[in-house]
Each structure stands twice: as structure tokens, then as C-alpha cells.
């Protein structure tokens, strides 16, 4: 019984070329986020949609943009991937309780290699 | 922006040991999270826990909001803990729905 799906798990792409990645879920949260892992190192997070409200990072490149067409469905798009992009990108939830209790669930994370 | 403190960073165990990981955080917070991420990368959840004490099988987690940390404790080891567990908190004053990761600790079980 998946809840928060990545797709695909693994991803390469060339220097340059741009690349989309896909989050769903079925536990129909209001919270969707995009957090960037590399290797040896705590989550980052990207930016976050509250329904169709978009919050980005003060410190999320231009490169890194997001869509939200429903409930469902959001997506990481990489306009001009750099080495420097290669990392693990997470898909979180939460139901978006603003007075706490607000659990945040992960997707499996796609790993992505530039090359 | 809140500071989030995990000690220690590595930790190696023999199975059926016991081991507490500390998560020290610097302001008040309205939530907090533990998760462990396995091999594959992905992070469960654990503990939901901004304060208080929860368990759950071999695991639990205190947390004393007003002395800022939490600790999160695993009992009789076994190889499948091994991988990085993480702290993330909600900074009470800051951006609502936004988690600080600290480092995390790097356990390894050894058969």
C-alpha cells in the first residue's frame, strides 16, 4: 500500500539535458515537498506546495522549478542539470496542520546521476 | 534559523546491544520527527514526538521540550537497524510545515 510514490527510482540524465521528476500520493495530504539529499548529508529542502501555494527556499536555485496540477501529483523539474545536481530527491507529504502534529511522510527518493 | 544537534555522529554496536542517540535543538519546537533512512535511502518514520515518551516494539523516543533535546533508544540491535537515523524539528517561531534535519547518526549493527 504505497502512500508517497517516486518515480522513476533511478535517473540519469546528460549535463544539460532537462529532467523531470514525479511524486504521488494516495493519502490525499494538502502538503507536498521536494527535499534534496546528497550523499552524507541531512535532507534539504527545495521548496514546498501548500495546496496549489507555492513556498520556495530562499536558497533554491533558479535551475530548480516545481508543478503541482492536483492533490496528486507533484513534479521536480531540472532545467539545465549540472554535476553539481547529482543527489538523491525526496518526496514528502503532510496533512498541513499549522497548530502541530503535522507528520511528514517520504517517498522512496529518486536518485538521480548526472552525467 | 533553529540548530539541530545529533550526537554522536557514528555508532557501531554488536547485535543484542542497547544503544540512546541524542538530538539536541536550540529553540522551541512544535514538532519533531525521527527517521531512520535504510541502505535504498528512503526515510521512515519512526517517532512522532515533540514531547513526551513513545514506544514502539524495540524502539522509543523522550523528548523534554523544555530542557531541548530528545532521545531516541533502540534495545536488543539487530542488523536491520543499521543505516542513518535522523532528528528534524519545526521551529515553533519559524516557517510553519518547514523540518531542520540535523546530521544524523550513522549506525552500524554488526552479526
Known amino acids: 500500500d504505497a502512500m508517497v510514490i517516486q518515480n522513476p527510482r533511478y535517473q540519469v540524465t546528460q549535463f544539460g539535458k532537462p529532467v523531470t521528476l514525479s511524486c504521488s500520493q494516495t493519502l490525499n495530504h494538502n502538503v507536498m515537498y521536494w527535499y534534496q539529499q546528497k550523499s552524507s548529508q541531512a535532507p534539504k529542502l527545495l521548496f514546498h506546495?501548500?495546496?496549489?501555494?507555492?513556498?520556495n527556499e530562499a536558497d533554491t536555485p533558479d535551475n530548480f522549478q516545481s508543478r503541482r496540477p492536483n492533490t496528486s501529483f507533484c513534479f521536480l523539474d531540472i532545467r539545465s542539470p549540472g554535476l553539481g545536481d547529482a543527489a538523491m530527491y525526496l518526496c514528502?507529504?503532510?496533512?498541513?496542520?499549522?497548530?502541530?502534529?503535522?507528520?511528514?511522510?517520504f517517498g522512496p527518493g529518486t536518485r538521480l546521476t548526472v552525467l | 534559523g533553529i540548530q539541530v544537534e545529533q550526537s554522536p555522529p557514528d555508532l557501531i554496536l554488536q547485535e543484542g546491544a542497547n544503544s540512546t542517540l541524542r538530538c539536541n535543538f536550540s529553540d522551541s519546537v512544535n514538532n519533531l520527527q525521527w527517521f531512520h533512512q535504510n541502505p535504498w535511502g528512503q526515510l521512515i518514520n519512526l517517532f512522532y514526538i515533540p514531547s513526551g515518551t513513545k514506544q514502539n516494539g524495540r524502539l522509543s523516543a523522550t523528548t523534554v521540550a523544555t530542557e531541548r533535546y530528545s532521545l531516541l533508544y533502540i534495545s536488543s540491535s539487530q542488523t536491520t537497524d543499521s543505516g542513518v537515523y535522523f532528528c528534524a524539528v519545526e521551529h515553533s517561531g519559524g516557517s510553519n510545515y518547514k523540518l531542520t534535519f540535523g546530521k544524523g547518526t550513522l549506525l552500524t549493527v554488526n552479526p
Open positions: 514528502a507529504t503532510s496533512r498541513g496542520w499549522s497548530a502541530g502534529g503535522d507528520t511528514q511522510y
Open positions: 506546495y501548500y495546496d496549489k501555494d507555492f513556498n
